[in-house]
Structures are given as structure tokens and as C-alpha cells.
């Protein structure tokens, strides 16, 4: 019966994708696939795994929200003062991520230089995985824009090859939201990921069990999945210059020199399908942001910080939601120019208590701001986000002023999931929430704003 439930659920799902309009085909389709057994050929076959990858992600969303950017080059990372994304044609003029801005304006005054607006990125992500879904049950989002997909099996209910499939949603991908995009099809994951990367921007690429050593001999063993400088360094003394090499090393060899993830690594390059599809939804975050556009413009240093303030206040309560702390903290203002001035400051100790984030702005609060010009938003992002559980004691007595302030806010948490947002809060917040501004607020709009 549990047999029956799941393939009528496939069956359901794909006669959209197949347009059975026709009331007698969609009855005999549905009977059809119902009472056909699942082939023999089925059980035990060879893994087919999808990689679907952004070209130059970021800059890809502003071309399609303005399409009059297209074939221009583009960087976004304004609001940080270094370049964050960049457009083919920003990179064939030697442009590089990490950049900084004032390079750019200096060197290249023919690129457009944009802030990242990650609001937007986040929507689009979700809208190209989303329809990876209408093929696949198992769509694992990797980063904001990467995801893995189990294929294995659908060619048949789908009436299409795996290549087909994997145009489809190119095709899909291209025409509804205005993105590139490169797929790789590989018998693991490690190998799809290897596939998406041989052709891009735009390519598809399928590598087989018979063709993976092909490939693997023409891929520099630096430009594996999961496989870093160090370790290429090692593997290259040893006589390891390409993915080839690795695969083809005696899986003794592989256990004794190197730790278990370097096995798994193997295994997968083998077309050994070994890393599964975590299709679970995401719950941890490589950044959050909160920012605010208020009017009036103004310099005023203290509704300034308030509203600093108030991010920081926002941005730890949700690091706290998902358990997490940040090591760095970027805060900036933009003028009424669209201009960006901003700071980034390092932690001692990871934190997600405001208290000790807003010490720190307030250090380096001048650096950023000028007597005379109006600002229109301020904003801050955590960043390198890590797990609570890495939070240690420092020489300086931080990390444990870090953990009394988050347990206080801990129970703060508890008191406002039953009486509402801002029950309590930071004195120096008083100001930005004092009265009616008009403003566009982005709190909780991000809250799957995931792996910037």
C-alpha cells in the first residue's frame, strides 16, 4: 500500500510537467503507471545526481531585475567597499572578487559598480530551486546558488533521458527568471559537482561510470569538492597533480595517508556514490543581515548608532534562534548619494550578545560616519557564523562576559516568544523605535536569507 501511495504521488506530480490535458490519456496514464512494477533494472542501478550552479549569481539577479545591464561590467559589494560578485565581463577586464571598490572606481570606470541587494538574491534562489522540484522529490540546497538533486529512476516516469531532464530545467531556469545556469550530471555527487564546472557559464555536462576517468585526468587535483591548498600541496609532492591520479591510488594508500573524508572523496571520484542527498530544509545561516531605509535623510550620530542598535539587537536574536555566534561584524551607512561607507571588525570571541557587538560599533562608529552628510540607511551583517558550541575562554575573560550576557538574553528569548517582539530591549534602540518613521524594514523578510 506504502508502494502504491508513493508512486501515485510521482505519477501526480508529473503530469504537470508532462501536460496530460486530455481527460481519457490522464486516466490511462495514472492506470498505467500504477500497475506497471518498478523494473528490475531499477534495483542496484547506477546513481544519477544532478548539480545545478549559478553563473556569477549575484550580478545575474540585477541583470534580470534590469535588463539593460546585460553585457556590461557589473560588480556588486558597494555597501563592503570590495567586489562581492562580478559579471563575465567585469572579469574578462582582470577584475577579481575581493577587489577593493576604490580600485575598481580608479582603475575601471566603465564598470557599474551596484550594492548587493541580498533580499532579492534570496527570492531567486528559492524560485530556481523550486522548479528543480517540479522534476525531483530529493533537492538538497547547498548554497544560495547550488543545489543537488537524486535523479535515479525518474527518466522512465518522466518519459526523458537525464540529459532531457537536466535541459528542461536549463531551459525553465533561463526563461522564467532571466538566470544562467550550468549543470553537471555525475554518478555521485563529488562527479556532478566536477561535471557543472567543465562548461560554464551556460553548459551542461554528463559524465558516466565509462567517461568519469576522462574527465578526472583533465581536472587539476586543486579543483575538487571538499579538497583544500594543504592537502593539494601534499597529494602534489607525492606525484598527486590530478583528480585522475587520486582516483587511481589503491584505496589502501588512501586510508593511510589521509583522513576519512579524503576516502569519501575517493570513493565518489570512483563513481561510488557515497554522500547522500540532504534534502532537509536549511536551518543555519553564513551571514544575516538587517539594514533600514528611513526619511528624512540625517547626521545624526545618535539616531545613527539607535538604529545600528536595533540591526544588532535583530540580527542576535536570530543567530540565538539558530544557535549560532559571529566572529566578525560588518556595519555600514549609505548617504543620500547612494554611497557606502562601512567597517568590518573581528571578534575576540564569537558572540551573539548586542551588548558586546554594539561596544564595538560604537568604538568604530567615527570611522565610518562624517559630519554634514545625510545618511539614508544603516545596516549591519554578521558574519562567519559558528555553532554556539564552539564559544571557548579566552585569556581576557571575554568569552565568559560573552556567555553571562547570552544567557540573560536567553531568557529574554523565552519572555518574548509569549509576549511579543521587543519586550525588552537596549536603551541605546530607544530612539530608532521612538515614534513613526518612514522607513522599509526588512525584519524577518530575510529569514531564509541562507549561505551569504
Known sequence: MDCLKKKLKIVLKRLVVNCIVNHSSLILYVVNKLTTKKPASLVGKQKVIFHMDGDAFFVACEVAKNPKLKGLPVVTGEERGIVSALSYEAKALGITRGMPIFTIWKKFPQVLILPGDYLSY??????????????????????????????????????????EIAERIKKEVNEELGLSVSIGL?????????????????????????????????????????????TSEFLQRRGISTAGDF???????????????YEVIWLELNCISVMKIDSKPKTDYSSIQKTKTFHPPTNDEVFLLSQLSKHIEDACRKARHYGLTSKKVFFFLKTQGFKYCGCEIKLLTPSDAPEVLISLVDEHFKKIHTKGILYRSAGVVLQELKPESV??????????????????????????????????????????????VSSMDTDDLDRDLLFL
Open 122 to 163: 534570496a527570492k531567486y534562489s528559492r524560485k530556481m530551486f523550486d522548479i528543480v522540484r517540479r522534476y525531483a522529490d530529493e533537492v538538497e540546497e547547498y548554497s544560495i546558488d547550488e543545489c543537488f538533486a537524486e535523479l535515479t529512476g525518474l527518466d522512465r516516469p518522466l518519459y526523458m533521458t537525464y540529459l
Open 247 to 261: 582516483a587511481k591510488k589503491n584505496q589502501e594508500w588512501i586510508k593511510i595517508n589521509l583522513p576519512k573524508p
Open 391 to 436: 564559544l571557548q575562554a579566552d585569556l581576557f575573560g571575554e568569552g565568559n562576559k560573552t556567555k553571562r550576557f547570552e544567557k540573560i538574553h536567553k531568557q529574554i528569548d523565552s519572555l518574548e516568544k509569549k509576549f511579543g517582539k521587543r519586550l525588552v530591549y537596549l536603551g541605546v534602540t530607544h530612539k530608532a523605535l521612538k515614534g513613526k
Open 186 to 230: 555525475g554518478p555521485s555527487k563529488v562527479l556532478a559537482k566536477v561535471a557543472s564546472k567543465w562548461q560554464k557559464p551556460n553548459g551542461l555536462t554528463e559524465i558516466l561510470k565509462n567517461t568519469a576517468l576522462e574527465f578526472l585526468r583533465k581536472t587539476p587535483i586543486e579543483k575538487i569538492w571538499g579538497i583544500g591548498p594543504r
